[in-house]
């Protein structure tokens, strides 16, 4: 099913409308911290701008984290790392000694130069093995820190006691150790033993990377954290002071506290429903809004999700931003929002959700009312730069003025906190930098945003303007009378509504569209015709009913050319409910008793907008002006007074919200471009 179609068969279920809400409501309630008990933030030196703070009950007077820290690396840089016997060393090398001395002894056999270990084996095997064993039982280390390092903790056998490593052999000296040994005692074939011994001494008092860390911890963890008590009842801090350590110490150590209890289960699901009531409730009065001032975007489900999606994505980024450390909300383009939204819409629903946005955002990030307050004015600063979707130059304007607005919001909102200019933070400047250029985004965003929901921005009104569109391509090739009088009119209207400050793009493009269905038989209509006239061979009825079907049919081709829905508006009411008073009054002067005046009326409806009332009018005069020959300025004003006068009597203007003076600004403009066209001289002074 096509994406328009979807949406139109929803449109009128209110209950999935609020189903959509309520799910909104909950999805960003799950993205608010149930963790935070305290949600102020303050810095040592900063003013306390908030009610007198007492303790609730006793509090902890905590040591801060620096503090903890500098005790930490004391303790790490003072902790004996652990070593301890390796047993299974010992008795394995023993054992394969035993096995190699045999095997080798029988290798030597028939040398004459080993006849002293031939005749005395057993003895060079027991003085072997019992230096090994004395080896071993004095401990051969594997260092495995610095050499400035001489003390250490030494596990055997579940006892623990301080070694140093001149207690021990060290197994970096051993092989000279051995030689040495064997060298000084009185065995003749000291030789043979040398080498096999080497080979069955191995390092077993090793260091354990495991226990030094289980114990290391142990003494972390038992670091005392609180050096007082706050008692209940007692100031933390009064408003209006500077933060000063101490009292930086007791804010602290306050909110350590309200976070511990904050993280309860019983807590976490109250906040749960806190947040749940609260964002309910935004979304209840932004209900209430447009219920009051943009019902249609009500009515529209596209409208209404593509403004919950908006409002759920920053929502997401704000919680992704703050979960990855060293980032900040800041870094967020929420001015993307307002710029959008102000496009597509308002700037009253635009500021709306701005504000929906930052409240939202406000809940779940951590910057505190600083960040709340900037990105309010930046969102206002924003939508008064009047972003322009087809002109760069605009848009890069509005930029800058997001980007000043960030600067001097943030350094007012400083300096009001009591910081110095100089100790503002500079990595502020990165994210605000880094923010600008995100705000870019919203430029390739909008077309993305128009082929998604099938909205119209001003993006497509330029594509739609150009000539070589294949329906004003084919009205120059059959209709050329036809396109000519759609770009008077479209040139008529657009000053018009440049003059009482409407779309003024959305009149000119849907001008030169408001007469399509001519091209169906486009000989039938005057403009077009050059000699013959083909009406001439018609009964008035059926002349009627092909100038009134090209207002259904330009419905159709528009359809067809998947026209924007506002453009084919523009198409069904620039005639509204009026009569083809030419064909009806020829009907009646030919006494045709069976007359039906619905015959030969369109089908409407009337104009609904400003824009719509502007383009009616401006039809009506440029096709009626061509009817005056050579006519003089009187003639124009007179015409000007007489068709609109009899649109206002005929009831084409009831539902329209053009006021009269805007009519009559209108009715000004009308006169002098038709002067101008129709190339009335002015009349000078005598």
């Not at 907008?609 to 039809?619: F, R, V, Y």
Request: charged share 20%; glycine share 4%; aromatic share 12%.
């Amino acid at each position: 099913m096509p994406l328009k179609s979807f949406f139109s068969s929803i449109n009128r279920s209110v209950s999935l409308k609020i189903v959509l809400i309520s799910f909104t409501v909950v999805i960003i309630a799950l993205l608010c911290p149930r963790e935070r008990g305290f949600d102020i933030q303050f810095e040592e030196g900063q003013q306390w701008q908030y009610e007198d703070l007492v303790a609730p009950r006793d509090i902890p007077l905590l040591k801060l984290d620096e503090e903890i820290a500098i005790e930490q690396e004391a303790i790490t840089a003072d902790f004996l790392p652990f070593y301890y016997e390796d047993e299974n060393v010992k008795s394995s090398n023993l054992a394969a000694f035993s096995d190699q001395f045999e095997v080798l002894l029988e290798s030597v056999a028939s040398d004459s130069s080993f006849k002293d270990i031939q005749n005395r084996s057993e003895f060079y095997k027991s003085f072997a093995f019992e230096w090994l064993d004395g080896t071993y039982n004095k401990g051969v280390i594997a260092r495995a820190h610095a050499d400035d390092l001489l003390v250490f903790n030494y596990l055997k056998r579940n006892v623990v006691s301080v070694k140093t490593f001149d207690d021990f052999i060290s197994a970096n000296g051993l092989e000279s150790y051995i030689i040495e040994s064997l060298k000084s005692s009185d065995l003749v074939d000291s030789d043979f033993l040398i080498p096999l011994i080497l080979q069955h001494v191995q390092p077993n008092i090793l260091y354990s990377d495991s226990l030094t860390n289980i114990y290391l911890s142990a003494e972390l963890d038992g670091i005392i954290r609180a050096n007082g008590v706050i008692p209940q009842g007692s100031s933390i801090i009064n408003s209006g002071d500077y933060i000063g350590p101490s009292a930086y110490r007791r804010l602290y150590s306050y909110k350590m506290q309200e976070e511990n209890l904050a993280s309860s289960s019983i807590n976490y699901w109250l906040m749960f429903s806190g947040y749940v009531v609260l964002i309910g409730l935004l979304m209840t009065i932004f209900w209430i809004y447009l219920s009051n001032t943009m019902p249609k975007l009500l009515q529209d489900i596209r409208h209404l999700l593509f403004v919950l999606l908006l409002v759920v994505s920053f929502s997401y980024l704000t919680y992704a931003v703050e979960s990855i450390e060293g980032l900040s909300a800041f870094l967020i383009p929420f001015a993307v929002v307002p710029m959008v939204v102000r496009i597509f819409y308002s700037d009253r629903l635009a500021l709306f959700v701005h504000l929906l946005v930052i409240i939202i955002a406000s809940l779940i990030s951590k910057e505190g009312y600083q960040f709340t307050v900037v990105e309010l004015i930046v969102g206002i600063a924003a939508i008064l730069s009047k972003p322009n979707a087809r002109n760069w130059n605009a848009f890069f304007k509005s930029i800058l003025w997001i980007f000043a607005a960030y600067i001097l919001a943030y350094a007012g909102t400083s300096l009001m906190q009591g910081f110095a200019l100089q100790k503002i933070n500079p990595v502020f400047l990165i994210w605000i930098t880094l923010n600008a250029l995100l705000c870019l985004m919203a430029f390739p965003l909008i077309p993305l945003l128009e082929r998604l929901f099938g909205f119209m921005s001003d993006f497509t009104l330029v594509e739609l303007s150009d000539l070589n569109h294949p329906l004003l391509k084919e009205m120059a090739e059959k209709g050329s009378g036809t396109l000519q009088h759609s770009l008077q009119v479209s040139n008529l209207a657009e000053a018009a509504a440049e003059q009482i400050g409407v779309n003024s793009l959305l009149i000119k493009v849907a001008a030169l569209y408001h007469d399509i269905g001519k091209l169906y038989n486009p000989e039938y209509f005057i403009e077009n015709q050059k000699s013959e006239n083909p009406h001439d061979k018609l009964s008035p009825l059926e002349s009627a009913k092909i100038i009134i079907g090209h207002v259904p049919r330009g419905v159709e081709m528009a359809k067809a050319h998947k026209l924007p829905k506002p453009i084919i508006s523009f198409i069904e009411t620039h005639h509204g409910t009026t009569k083809t008073e030419y064909f009806y009054r020829t009907a009646l002067n030919n006494g045709d008793d069976q007359i039906d005046a619905a015959d030969f009326t369109y089908p409407g409806p009337i104009p609904f907008t400003k824009e719509q009332t502007i383009l009616m009018l401006a039809d009506s005069l440029e096709a009626a002006s061509k009817s005056l020959k050579n006519p003089d300025a009187k003639d124009i004003d007179e015409l000007v007074e007489r068709i609109i006068e009899t649109k206002i009597k005929d009831g084409q203007l009831i539902d329209s919200p053009l006021t009269f003076s805007e009519l009559g600004k209108c009715k000004e403009v009308f006169k002098s471009r038709l002067k101008s066209m129709n190339h009335v001289r002015i009349e000078y002074p005598t």
